[in-house]
């Protein structure tokens, strides 16, 4: 199952704060189609898992992952890099895991 890191738990608590998103909201990864037909995946706010989807929850955040991308994201970590000024949301192997205490995957 798709896991998420400490500070990826922090910075969408953030952003979700800032976005006056209710708190019980949750986080929902999801497969889309780009205009050239390619698939691509989305994240999004959201305040109830659609039927089907996996649920994990780490620090708080609730994390929903649609059936779609569940397979192909079992073995992954959602995770951040950059910094305050430019973070941004990646997904990584769980094989790469040479994390600091800081970007542990929780449960």
């Known amino acids: 199952m798709l896991e998420m890191t400490n500070r990826a738990?922090?910075?969408?608590?953030?952003?979700?704060?800032?976005?006056?998103?209710?708190?019980?909201?949750?986080?929902?990864?999801?497969?889309?189609?780009?205009?050239?037909?390619?698939a691509s995946l989305a994240i999004g706010f959201t305040e109830e898992p659609v039927p089907g989807d996996q649920v994990t929850e780490t620090n708080?955040?609730?994390?929903?992952?649609?059936?779609?991308?569940?397979?192909?994201?079992?073995?992954?970590?959602?995770?951040?890099?950059?910094?305050?000024?430019?973070?941004?949301?990646i997904f990584r192997s769980r094989a790469d895991d040479t994390l600091d205490e800081g970007s542990e995957a929780g449960s």
């Open 60 to 89: 708080g955040v609730k994390l929903f992952v649609a059936p779609e991308v569940a397979a192909p994201l079992q073995d992954a970590v959602m995770d951040v890099t950059g910094d305050n000024g430019g973070s941004q949301l």
């Open 9 to 38: 738990a922090t910075l969408l608590t953030e952003l979700r704060r800032n976005s006056d998103i209710p708190d019980h909201a949750g986080v929902r990864v999801y497969g889309e189609s780009t205009p050239d037909g390619k």
